[in-house]
């Protein structure tokens, strides 16, 4: 009888949604680090980095699907999306998200970071939610902070929601 109860329980955990899973990394350290933005891949997931030019790319795939593309310069392509942009303006900078609507971007997002720091790169998050479960994508989208130099060298990127919650919900 207690064997019973305790498998129809372990049953039941694995029955709850996915999405209750996700886990908010803005108060994790960063994993990977660029110049003016830091943000913690995922677990299960992996990044490939190129620097084509005085640009940074970042390629993330898990199960080797690749996922999402995060492109950190000074000249981000502009969205394809038709609808307005959602525009939240923070403490620390402008998110602009362009959420994909027509049949050949349904599941697409654009999202576009432009920090308050002078001359801060501007951050564009290319993610496509029909190849990634969304709690890997909300993961990944609560990890992003900026990060500022600090004279002694090194940079100081901040532990808390600074954009979490603002990039979170543009895959809701």
């Known amino acids: 009888m207690m064997r019973s109860r305790v498998a129809q329980s372990v049953m039941l955990l694995f029955l709850i949604p996915s999405a209750v899973f ?8 960063c994993t990977v680090f660029s110049y003016d933005v830091c943000f913690r891949l995922p677990t299960g997931t992996h990044a490939n980095y190129s620097v084509p030019a ?8 898990k199960g ?16 394809t999306s038709a609808d307005a942009p959602v525009v939240k303006k923070t403490k620390y900078g402008t998110i602009s998200i362009h959420a994909g609507d027509s049949s050949s ?3 697409m997002v654009d999202i576009y970071i432009v920090p308050n720091a002078k001359d801060a790169s501007t951050v564009h998050i290319s993610a496509d939610s029909a190849a990634a479960d969304d709690e ?8 992003f902070r ?8 090194g940079q100081k ?6 954009w979490s ?7 809701q």
């Open 136 to 143: 890997v994508l909300r993961e990944l989208l609560s990890s």
């Open 22 to 29: 996700a886990r908010d990394l803005s108060e994790y350290p």
């Open 64 to 79: 080797g699907a690749s996922f999402a593309t995060i492109y950190i310069g000074d000249a981000a392509q502009p969205s």
């Open 105 to 107: 971007s349904k599941g």
């Open 165 to 171: 919650r603002e990039l979170v919900q543009a895959i």
């Open 146 to 153: 900026p990060c500022v130099p600090i004279k002694a060298g």
């Open 157 to 162: 990127c901040p532990v808390n929601d600074v």
């Open 54 to 61: 005085d640009f940074d790319v970042y390629t993330l795939s």
